[in-house]
């Protein structure tokens, strides 16, 4: 089987986004970040204003 979209796309951003270490927490691996947000998108937020208080 081969490499999954959001590999894919986790690859791209790593390839053009070279971004230099800084200060405080390491970075997330890409491709969590990005299975993370596909998440969201597909299956919306589902946490309501009232359930926060």
């Known amino acids: 089987m081969g490499p999954t979209?959001?590999?894919?796309v986790a690859g791209i951003i790593d390839r053009t986004g070279d971004r230099?270490?800084?200060p405080g927490r390491?970075?997330?691996p890409t491709v969590e970040v990005v299975e993370t947000l596909r998440f969201f998108l597909r299956e919306g937020v589902q946490c309501g204003f009232g359930?926060?208080?």
């Not at 979209?5 to 894919?8: G, H, I, R, S, V």
């Open 51 to 53: 359930s926060l208080l």
């Open 20 to 22: 230099p270490p800084g």
């Open 26 to 28: 390491p970075p997330v």
């Open 5 to 8: 979209a959001a590999e894919l």
